[in-house]
């Protein structure tokens, strides 16, 4: 059994039904500040764009926001999609947080776009294929090294220069999982939303994983695995409030996009409703906290995860900190 691996927090700012973005934002930053004070080692925001009922989107502006408002967790981005961005941007905007916020900043890329392609093409600033996105990397690298300087081009960023930002890649196909151990970087697994192939992909990154690689910033493979969470009382509260996320995976599926819908009975919802929300979020841990921990620790016994990222959504976002808050009662036993 995997004992005390970290525990992580990634947040997409969700907006509930009869509730606002402005609302969203500030229950996401009582989370923070929630995981901050229970012990979590990260918090996390995933860049989405196009998507009314996300807030996720300006993640340096989070994580500012969220590092400012806590005290020791780390905070980062999962990801930054970076071929929306120029990258001596993100160094330069990420190189402030580290120098803002010593030690606590971390930067996660992703080599997706993070929405549709219309809007991607409004966004795109940098290629998204494999080796631009290698290069791209290593002059992020460059930029937060010693001297600040790109690897392939003479241009310094004297912002970032010796803040040695953490990098990790995040993926949820061998393609990334490529990526992240040629570089050997460590790799984060989006399993949450992506859960087919998850073992080929941790092992196609633990057998392409290079410690001698000029990038690396890791002597081994270290592994972060993506599992959605909702942790109640009871198995049956849990199972109630575990619907509004079904229902979230049915309007993202119909092209809906409703915001968060309030809880329903389980027995109500149809049954096709079941069996694309359980295929889509299969990797997923619902229940009373010891039911949670013992799912978290198998998911961890059976990925070799070096750490988890949970994911928990709730219409009401109280139900959300209770869920974090048992989680980490539970875990420290």
Same mark, same amino acid.
């Given at each position: 059994m ?17 509730s606002?973005?402005?609302a969203?934002?500030?229950a996401?930053l ?8 229970l012990?979590y ?7 989405h ?8 989107s ?13 005290h ?6 999962g990801?930054?999609m ?7 941007m ?7 947080l580290a ?17 549709d392609p219309t ?8 290629g998204s294929?494999?080796?631009?996105v ?10 937060f ?9 003479? *241009?310094v960023?004297?912002?970032? %220069?010796g803040?040695? +930002? ?5 993926g949820?196909?061998p393609? $990334? /999982?490529?990526?992240a151990?040629a570089?050997?970087l460590p790799f984060?697994?989006a ?10 992909v ?11 690689a000029?990038t690396?910033?890791?002597?081994c493979?270290?592994?972060?695995v ?12 849990a ?13 993202v ?6 915001p968060?819908?309030?809880t ?8 096709e409703?079941?069996r694309?929300?359980d295929a889509?979020?299969? *990797?997923?841990?619902?229940g009373? %906290?010891?039911?949670? +921990? ?6 961890a016994?059976?990925? $070799? /995860?070096d750490?988890?990222i949970t994911v928990?959504?709730?219409h009401?976002?109280a139900d959300?900190?209770r869920?974090?808050?048992l ?6 036993r």
């Open positions: 995997r004992n005390h691996i970290p525990l992580n927090v990634l947040d997409l700012v969700p907006v509930s039904a009869g606002d973005m402005n969203a934002l500030d996401s009582d989370s923070a500040k929630l995981a901050d004070e012990g080692e990260r918090y996390w925001y995933a860049e764009h196009n998507t009314e009922q996300l807030g996720a300006a993640t340096d502006l989070l994580i500012e926001r969220a590092a400012a408002n806590t020791r967790i780390r905070v980062g981005s990801g930054v970076l071929p929306n961005h120029p990258p001596l993100v160094a330069e905007a990420f190189g402030t120098r803002l916020h010593p030690g606590r900043i971390d930067l996660g890329l992703g080599r997706a776009p993070g929405t809007t991607s093409s409004l966004l795109a600033r940098s294929a494999p080796q631009a290698m290069r791209n990397i290593a002059d992020l690298i460059g930029w090294g010693p001297e600040g300087r790109a690897l392939s081009a003479p *241009v960023s004297g912002v970032s %220069a803040t040695n +930002v953490p990098i990790w890649v995040l949820s196909s393609v $990334g /999982a490529t990526i151990g570089m050997g984060a697994v399993s949450h939303f992506a859960p087919d192939g998850l073992q080929q941790i092992e196609t990154y633990r057998a392409e994983f290079n410690a001698d000029p690396a910033q890791t002597e493979p270290r592994v972060m993506g599992v959605n969470v909702m942790v109640a009382p009871t198995d049956a509260e199972r109630r409030l575990w619907t509004t996320v079904q229902q979230m995976m049915v309007s599926r119909t092209g809906a996009r409703l968060l819908q309030p329903v009975d389980p027995e109500s919802l149809p049954v409703v079941h694309f929300s889509m979020l299969r *990797v997923r841990a619902v009373t %906290a010891d039911v949670v +921990v013992a799912q978290l620790r198998a998911l016994d059976v990925t $070799g /995860a750490e988890l928990t959504y709730a009401d976002s959300r900190l869920s974090m808050r989680l980490a009662e539970a875990w420290e």
